[in-house]
């Protein structure tokens, strides 16, 4: 099933990043490969519409400058061309687009870079998966704030973990978890989770937290459901 267009055209282009400047909104961007990778979080510092004469208002009169959110321990590489795959979290679904890079600015929190309007943003689609149950051992572990989360099962978009009871007020349905990162196999992929359910594990010391997945990585979510699907496959086997 292929994403879905959630905004396009030059108006409702335009609307929404002036909205999501006055909110604040976070836009995530993924440094690294699988040995190492960092997640930068940027927030909207401009957004400037620049209308030419005698012409219709196209996406190359808007221009959108990234800033930093706070200060990163590590050396971004941006470069004027690049195209990057730029995610946020919104009205409960991973959002994206493809920007293109302009100008760049260093400062002392790291890399700003300006980009034009892009031509889409898409929705991310909620997929039924293959889930298969987690053993120790496996392969497959699960960190917040480093610290290692018990699993129960995971799909290519989502897991159940176990969480202490005493973790309640931290969880909220609908709101993301921080700060994970997921190893399976090869694939090592920071992400944000977002709550969609809670209920009382059995012993009634922890809970069983359902998560969605929110991939900050340009193809971790279809490396997931490769790694998923051929576990699956072998275990049929």
């Known amino acids: 099933m292929d994403d879905s267009i959630k905004v396009s055209g030059f108006k409702p282009l335009y609307q929404f990043f002036v909205k999501a400047k006055s909110r604040k ?8 490969d699988s040995q ?4 930068m979080d940027y927030r909207l510092g401009r957004v400037d519409y620049k209308p030419a004469k005698m012409k219709k208002p196209g ?5 959108l400058t990234f800033v930093p959110a706070g200060a ?8 004027p061309g690049d ?8 009205e409960g679904f991973v959002n994206y687009f493809i920007a293109e890079v302009g100008f760049i600015t260093p400062s002392d929190d790291g890399l700003s870079f300006s980009a034009k309007l892009p031509e889409q943003i898409f929705a991310k689609q909620r997929r039924d998966m293959v889930r298969i149950d987690v053993e120790e051992n496996s ?15 995971i799909s290519g978009g989502g897991a159940a973990v176990l969480m202490p009871l005493a973790n309640r007020d931290e969880l909220e ?8 990162r997921l190893s399976v196999d090869d694939l090592v992929a ?3 989770a977002e709550v969609r359910h809670l209920r009382m594990y059995e012993d009634g010391d922890f809970l069983i937290v359902g998560l969605r997945f929110i991939f900050f990585g340009y193809n971790h979510e279809d490396q997931l459901l490769h790694l998923v699907h051929k576990r699956t496959v072998s275990s049929e086997g």
Do not use: C, W
């Open 190 to 192: 920071p992400l944000y």
């Open 173 to 180: 349905i609908g709101k993301a978890i921080k700060n994970m």
């Open 139 to 153: 392969g497959i572990e699960m960190h917040v704030n480093d610290n290692p989360v018990r699993l129960l099962n």
């Open 25 to 32: 909104q976070s836009f995530f961007l993924t440094f690294g």
């Open 72 to 79: 990163v321990e590590f050396e971004a590489v941006i470069e």
């Open 59 to 63: 996406l190359e009169d808007v221009s």
């Open 83 to 90: 195209k990057l795959r730029i995610e946020f979290y919104y």
């Open 36 to 39: 190492g990778q960092e997640v």
